[in-house]
């Protein structure tokens, strides 16, 4: 049973101090893909560099525009799509590679096995509010402290509504700014 994530979460640069969302926000995916000689501590770094700030990828786009409140048709600048990932920190919960490609749904062991790195992650990083991506994780996450506000989404992959999903995001981020 793995203790430590196996990836390091994404921390962006101003994650800790006075960033443009007003909270510390932890964007959490369910897994990683690739095959097994990629894996490193790393990966989930360099995959948020290389596909939600350098390139376009329509899931991380997906999510800058959820944190970015753009709805269909407002297309942030390259500028403004990767910047907002230096305000939040991102982590997968799955700490294996599930597959070397998408829509592999992970085994039984490895949605358990990522119950404690995944606490360890939190007390680490200490977000104030947890972007969870997709219904089915937010049926496997371990439940939170307190302090710790949880807003689950719809994955961003599954025809994603930007009217239907940026409401419940930004009133559970004026929850945690205003109660905070």
């Known amino acids: 049973m793995t203790i430590k994530p196996e990836f390091n979460p994404w921390v962006g640069s101003r994650y800790w101090g006075k960033n443009k969302l007003g909270a510390r926000v932890l964007v959490l995916g369910e897994s990683h893909y690739g095959k097994a000689k990629e894996k490193k501590l790393d990966f989930t770094i360099e995959v948020v560099q290389k596909y939600a700030q350098n390139e376009r990828y329509s899931f991380f786009t997906k999510?800058?525009?959820?944190?970015?409140?753009?709805?269909?048709?407002?297309?942030?600048?390259?500028?403004?799509?990767?910047?907002?990932w230096?305000?939040?920190?991102?982590?997968?919960?799955?700490?294996?590679?599930?597959?070397?490609?998408?829509?592999?749904?992970?085994?039984?062991?490895?949605?358990?096995?990522?119950?404690?790195?995944?606490?360890?992650?939190?007390?680490?990083?200490?977000?104030?509010?947890?972007?969870?991506?997709?219904?089915?994780?937010?049926?496997?996450?371990?439940?939170?402290p307190e302090n710790v506000e949880v807003?689950?989404?719809k994955h961003p992959s599954s025809s994603f509504s930007y009217k239907e999903w940026n409401p419940v995001f930004i009133k559970a981020l004026q929850r945690v700014c205003c109660d905070g």
Request: charged share 20%; glycine share 8%.
């Open 63 to 84: 999510i800058s525009k959820l944190l970015l409140n753009l709805g269909v048709g407002e297309n942030p600048s390259m500028f403004d799509r990767g910047d907002v």
């Open 86 to 144: 230096e305000d939040i920190a991102f982590y997968n919960y799955i700490q294996s590679l599930v597959g070397a490609g998408p829509r592999k749904n992970p085994e039984k062991h490895e949605w358990e096995n990522a119950k404690i790195p995944f606490q360890c992650v939190v007390q680490n990083i200490k977000p104030q509010l947890v972007l969870v991506l997709g219904f089915n994780l937010y049926s496997h996450i371990p439940s939170l």
């Open 151 to 153: 807003c689950r989404v």
